[in-house]
């Protein structure tokens, strides 16, 4: 009796990768960006699911590119060292000493943790920074004012994918750790969510997606279950005119509507603090988060 | 509250692909060949389960490649035709018309059906028989006995793998018709068993898997439960002296031992009237079936 | 004495090798597609003859297609079978058993054999149908008139020739059944003479022989002696007014003008009851056939 | 007459790249393994030169591979932190925090910055550590005393250079940082000397080379002009039991002795404070180090 | 009835095609070395002959690579620019302006009208000499007796066949003068067919023809009618110590020798007087000249 | 004191290595068409430096393309032949005697000294005329007054550049004798500028190089030291005009403007009496002849 009931188990199970089967079908062969940040590293075990995640979609076929951010450890590193921090208009001044602990931070700490938890999936992480074939050309944030010198924080000028790509073509995950260089060769703060909206677009991905700590975007940030599950460009210009996307929110829809607009296919906003994020917006119909599209 | 019991439903699902990581981890660009016959075509619920299996391996990275039977379809044609069957040891002696049946009902009636089956479900698999590209060279059965004429049954003389590696290559699923060809030119029955080992160990295949009506091999043939897991060659050789091991069974035990004795990894007998019995077997540690193993 | 007569006669057969050169240049790399019937096929002489014209054009750097019909072996199963035809307008409805007997006489009966003689010849051919690779894919023949129903009778719908230039490049023969497949998977009995002239516009094919049991397209059909030996379209338009090209002839000049339509160089109607007509066509100027140009 | 005596200028200078044909001819397509640390990056002007070096070399076609050691910049931002040094034999006992700091400091500070350095000569440089793509396995040193736990210090288990070499293959400039991996996916800190000889080691290299800051081996480390051009096995032996071998110098000559053993044609040990020391080592008969060699 | 008749004689034709059909089959993809001087050169018709019969073999798939002599033309040159010949042992002594002049003439005169003939064919050819790629390296012959100078004749020191292989392999036909270079670049006077027996032997050529002006190895070299169709190596030794195999064909058996030492399936020495030679020889069973077998 | 000094040689001689990095990058990997005639080939110690900068040019990953002229060697074998001159408006009759020196001299005797001279360094050449593989395609000049005949004088029709590709692909440098061939395989004395002209423009050449015996083209003809370091079309065409451009330059100022019309970076015209002439002009920023620019 217990024989049979385990094979009705089994192939429930058997169900289920059948479930997934049209889904491994459309994105064979594809890429998708991944930008995740401070709020998932934050927790072991999420960290664990979300490389399975990672390393599963390896194996069916999928392409990932992971760009990771790393603001909670940078500023923890930043305290350790007293090093204070001044802001202009929400953004933090970088000096070079600031500067050098933010790289640190996010192309060894957190790049290498990233690729060592892969590799111990077996899969084969390689950990790269803009610098890295001069991945991402970056120029400084200029104001017209001299008094307001944000250092060294800038933009991305050019990304220059031809690294990524090989890396693919040779089986390897590529993790990116957002640090640009300027002309002269050194580093320069950018915004990670911006990084990963110009390498979807670099890349004409197929998937964008970033995993926040929320559920998606919502109608009303102050109720937590009024996510949209779609928006477009329109839709998403009056949330901002209303004041609905704010914050760390607003370069992740920029990111949404650069990659769009440069032939990424689907962009999504998902909640990564649930168990499996990928696997769920990916593998269902109905999706976890909420999708950018053009119209 | 619904919305989330659905995402635990969904991180459940997520849970199990993730469960199948280690085997598409194992088993990721192996080769893998099936053989199933004419129980298992009888039910189309089966089939379709079936041949879902087959396409989800190839979305995963595996190769697999398929050897058909086709008994009861043959004795059906054969039947409609009142073509009598004579039997010299349990052969069915073969004459001319008979073989020109044989090979109708295998290289087109059922090969194709099942290449258009895999082609629904968007793999794309290619119908080949023994005569193509020389695959299955056959020598016919000859007795001492002239009186004992057999006609055009026969048995696998070599196998000219090139056919098959070059399909794998171009990402076609091989489907394969038991028919040989002889020194001139002409279709010679041979046992569908005895060419799936035999390709297999031409492959050098990770694994050989023969799906039949029964739950592996039954310790004791009556008892339907007595199914031994696992099996070397000395225990397999006993349960032939003794009797246990008859019938259709011994060329699948042949096919076994033969494939593992070429370098095959692993071989197994399967039934395969379960739902995704390929599944089940694969991406489970415990198997469903009988393992043939050299020690 | 004799000596010397011999080598005079081996020159002389050097001399005939020296003719064919401007020919072998000429169609060096290129492709042609051969349809043949069931007049050729019944006459073992004249096959053996094709089947070396076939492997002759391999071995000078041509690719030879082979489309085949097969009407006489079908009809003489059918009989066998006590299926009784029914035709509307001419043509044959074809219900699921029909169905299944052209199937196994198409794919599996004659294109066998025709895969098995080739590779005799110590060339390699791979016997294919348009249900492998999704080769052919057809629709349905419907009248509007629902009574009218002529069951599993149906058209090309589109030609998905990357299988064909697979075998080719991995220098293969490939010889293909006219059988196609309709959405649901289910073969669709569709005219020969259309394939090979769809084959033969999907390849871009350098040429396009029909060999049939007449020596062209005759002037005058009771007149044996008036073959025509070039035709525009426009002259084509004109006899099929007059009622000069009828029946069975309709398909083929109908395939040329769609494979010249497309870009194939020169398309042909040729008496295949002559020995060697290909190598006859091919390697002299004059031609023994119709050829049908655009103007 | 000025021009005259230009154009003799430029003869000269022609004369010498003309010197410097055979060395391109004898190294082209090879490997060269540079290993340099704290002592050169102190100097901006030393550095760049190096660079230029390394440059140069890639323009000639020879595959320069980096790795780089970093002790001075670790002990700065340690003392920074105020982290204290525990000493177990002369190693460094490295607990987790040291151990995140060692990496962050290998991995990005001084890994990128050589990689932006060299990008800005036009070459194109990616930097890696021995976590991704698996490259340094590495193992923990043990004492059998538990007493003496020196943490996070091991060793070089296995080489995995197929992420160098594919780098190579693409035309980058691997640049290495020491920093190993061990089998739960944890940083490891190893010397990088060790590091280097491995390396070479594992890619058959043509060359490896150490810049250190003094001119050699010298016969009496206490007189500078003792430097010996040529040392084997044996003597390197004698020096060390004569205790003329000491410190950091031993895993350089262990790496030679390593690297020499796996077929590394060359090994030097180089005074890197001198302008384009790999230029005046590489492109001169004499050499400005010492050489090991086997006998 | 003309018609017909003119069928009767296409199919003639045809059927010699396909009685050549046979060695196109055995012939695919092999390489044949020929080599013919200055007898042949000397009949514009035969020339002709020989150049479609070796565009002929390379559109049927055979590689042919020409060797060409040229001692008729140097000799007129020499007598037209007044220069001596000197002799020792039978070896032209070659001062500095002999093998001047033996080079103009091998390497421009005749190397380059063998070449333009083969383009005019429309098959694309190469002529090329020993120093071309350092094809042919020689060392010069001395004699003990240091009054015996022969100046800069030479033998193969060994042939560097990369150059001929990559034409191969780019669908040139390769035409050779044999001219050889020494260590100091200097051009060395050869034995053609001692350059012809090696370059075989270095390709692992399938075939090697000397062209001559009899019908090959002459039991008794008075009689012309004593041509003997096969030879082994000792019935060679013997008639060369019978006297019966002398002069230029010592060389032609040396070389047949050398290649079949070397793994040459097959060498042949014949007239190359007769229309068509390499056909004759190639395309029929008998052969017109001599094989050289070893047992 | 001694060894110092002897390190500041050396490390003066790096400097110039590094100077000259900048012109390897920029020309790496393109491709240099250079064309030199009698005079340079007088001067035993300027050829053997000129070899040298051929060489150096491969090893730094430049492809250079040899095209040499012979007018000297020429007449010298013309005179020894007692072959005397006739001249038509400047050009000399060509008849077959006269083409057959002519190509004797270019083809073997120069032409192969140059590739024996680069093999010697180890570099790789392989020599080729304008019949091989039918490189250069030309047609003769003729005039309406039929009593002008040139005989064998002509122009080039058509480059064929396919065999240069490929041996430059095959890592071999082409030197190319100027004989052209016409539409019956005859050879065609062609002007020696002209084809290189032609070819750098075939190629699509980075630059076009002519070494001659003057430093450039001088301002006044009479004054060497009148040297222009830089022309335009419309420069040119007064100077032209002006009867200051005369004679052996003027086919060299014509290949000059064709090259860059079809899209050739740079020509310039050197004297190739200065030793290293070649690395000269390429390896530092102010040249030492002529640069022809379009405006």
Do not use: W
Request: aromatic share 4%; hydrophobic share 45%.
């Amino acid at each position: 009796m217990k024989g049979v009931k385990k094979i009705e188990e089994l192939i429930k199970k058997a169900n289920v990768l059948i479930e997934a089967l049209p889904y491994f079908k459309d994105f064979f062969g594809k890429t998708f960006v991944i930008k995740y940040g401070g709020s998932i590293m934050a927790n072991a075990e999420l960290k664990k699911k979300l490389i399975e995640d990672i390393t599963l979609l390896k194996y069916v076929g999928i392409n990932p590119v992971i760009v990771h951010g790393g603001g909670p450890a940078i500023n923890q590193t930043l305290a350790r060292l007293n090093i204070k921090a001044n802001f202009i208009d929400g953004l933090r001044v970088t000096d070079q000493e600031t500067m050098e602990i933010v790289e640190m931070v996010l192309s060894a700490k957190i790049n290498k943790e990233i690729v060592a938890s892969i590799n111990q999936m077996e899969a084969r992480a390689v950990g790269i920074s803009g610098k890295d074939g001069n991945l991402i050309k970056a120029r400084l944030k200029k104001y017209d004012d001299p008094a307001k010198d944000l250092g060294l924080v800038g933009e991305v000028k050019e990304i220059n994918p031809e690294l990524i790509k090989k890396l693919i073509a040779d089986d390897y995950i590529p993790v990116i750790a957002p640090v640009g260089v300027n002309e002269t060769g050194d580093s320069v703060n950018i915004n990670a969510d911006d990084v990963a909206g110009q390498i979807a677009a670099a890349l004409a991905a197929e998937k964008l997606i970033y995993l926040t700590d929320v559920n998606g975007i919502l109608a009303d940030p102050a109720d937590k279950s009024s996510r949209v599950s779609q928006l477009n460009f329109q839709e998403i210009k009056q949330l901002i005119e209303n004041g609905k996307i704010v914050g760390g929110m607003l370069p992740k829809v920029e990111g949404c509507i650069r990659a769009v607009s440069n032939g990424v296919a689907r962009t999504h906003i998902l909640n990564g603090l649930i168990s499996h994020p990928i696997l769920l917006e990916i593998f269902t119909d109905q999706g976890i988060g909420t999708m950018i599209v053009q119209e």
